[in-house]
């Protein structure tokens, strides 16, 4: 297990976690979550209910055009899929940075 900054409270003998990846996970859908309520390692993306594309959105961009206490989930209807240009029922997702 790689050592990371801080500290490690498994004490490096738990190598049964999945390696850390920024993997894509469906939030919980809490609608009144903000740009503000977000970590800031999270990334935000949006998920394709169509094709299932994922594309990664410039979340600190999205917050300066809409205003950090701008609730994310009501805008899911804004979101188009780039791959297959669907704009219905896509969603947000969310995903970890990697952080080194
Ligand atoms: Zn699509």
Redesign the pocket.
């Known amino acids: 297990m790689r050592h990371r900054r801080g500290i490690d409270l498994t004490g490096g003998n738990n190598d049964n976690l999945p390696p850390r990846e920024p993997v894509f996970i469906v939030p919980e859908r809490d609608h009144s979550a903000t740009f503000a309520d977000l970590p800031q390692w999270y990334l935000l993306g949006g998920k394709?209910a169509?094709?299932?594309?994922v594309s990664l959105l410039d979340r600190w961009k999205l917050q300066g055009k809409f205003g950090k206490l701008k609730p994310i989930i009501p805008m899911e209807p804004l979101l188009r899929?780039v791959?297959?240009?669907?704009i219905e029922k896509n969603s947000f997702v969310l995903g970890r940075a990697k952080r080194d």
């Open positions: 394709c169509r094709c299932g594309h899929c791959r297959c240009g669907n």
